[in-house]
């Protein structure tokens, strides 16, 4: 028993890293898309209803969208 343990041990830590690997990237993607979504739904919020200050939120919002990128 204790041998299959140990025959397999190496096994599992070469694949368990790829795992974490590929669940961070999905989790960056879709930050990044919620933040490009983001963008959009508050450029079109701004150009509706406000129409200053603009060029601070579209910049703080492309910041964060470039950050998870």
């Known amino acids: 028993m204790l041998d299959l343990i140990i025959k397999a041990l190496p096994i599992f830590l070469a694949i368990v890293p790829l ?5 961070k990237a ?3 993607t879709h930050r990044r898309k919620f933040y490009l979504e983001r963008l959009t739904a ?28």
């Open 19 to 23: 795992f974490v690997w590929l669940d």
């Open 26 to 28: 999905k989790r960056f």
């Open 42 to 69: 508050v450029t079109e919020y701004i150009e509706n209803y406000y129409g200053k200050d603009k060029e601070k939120i579209e910049k703080d919002c492309a910041a964060q969208a470039l950050v998870c990128s």
